[in-house]
């Protein structure tokens, strides 16, 4: 995904810190990861799911992307949870 800037919002700052995720980790899933889930109808802008790895370890980050200006904004990181996602990380299990 292309972004002009990356900001970082207060909620994924705080997620960070909480969980012990790196932020350059998250940062490097914008720029490289892979899209797996676009939310098309969120305002102001649309969001996105991607996927990427902290090394061997499997990482979720969602942002937001003004489509006009190219500016994003890191709005959470988690690491996802193998109960929730299928061992892919990419698809939810039913």
Not at 59 to 87: F, G, Q, R, S
Request: a negative charge; hydrophobic letters at 40%.
């Amino acid at each position: 995904m292309h972004c002009e800037n990356i900001e970082i919002s207060r909620h994924a700052l705080k997620k960070s810190l909480d969980g012990g995720l790196n932020l350059a980790d998250a940062i490097e899933v914008v720029t490289h990861g892979e899209v797996i889930t676009k939310y098309t109808d969120t305002k102001p802008h649309p969001c996105f799911l991607m996927l990427g790895f902290m090394g061997s370890e499997p990482l979720h980050v969602v942002v937001a992307k003004n489509e006009v200006t190219e500016e994003c904004w890191l709005v959470t990181l988690y690491v996802p949870d193998i109960t929730i996602w299928n061992d892919d990380f990419k698809t939810r299990k039913n």
